[in-house]
């Protein structure tokens, strides 16, 4: 074999550096993956009780059901929704609420027993809420109680 030829004969070739660079992206995106479908998938209850998540669980509940009353605050000023279903609509938001964020069952409490679980700020505007609900001669503002629904979820603790 002629000496010319071996500069033609070499060793196998490293691998590039892109294919590490893949490799460990999408490693991490499978590990972020799993933690959020972990987190997803776990109570209320539970995320309470992790120091980590907590806050930002908090957090996402106060910024998901105000935007929940002011979604049905809006069907109420386009005319799709009466002051009384508006109402009921934003109690029953407001009742979820609580559950999600305190664990007790406000869904199920009347308005007596709420002061037992440590829902009392609560019980004066699910009380303008029901009376508009119930009562015809009640004239509320949705807009009002809206907004005192939505300060409600936004200062809870």
Known sequence: MPDDLLHHVFGPQ????????IAVLLVVIVIFWYAVLFVWTLSSH???????VRGLHARWLRRRFAHAVQSITDEHAAGRMSAPQACAAIGGTVRSFLHQATG????????????GENLEA????????GDAQFNAETRVDV???????????????
């Open 104 to 115: 007790a069952r406000a869904q199920y409490l009347h308005l007596g027993a709420m002061a």
């Open 46 to 52: 539970r995320l309470r009780r992790i120091p980590v």
């Open 143 to 157: 807009s009002d109680v809206a907004a005192g629904a939505q300060e409600l979820i936004q200062s809870w603790t």
């Open 14 to 21: 490293p691998y590039s550096w892109w294919w590490l660079l």
């Open 122 to 129: 609560a019980v004066p505007l699910l009380t303008r809420l």
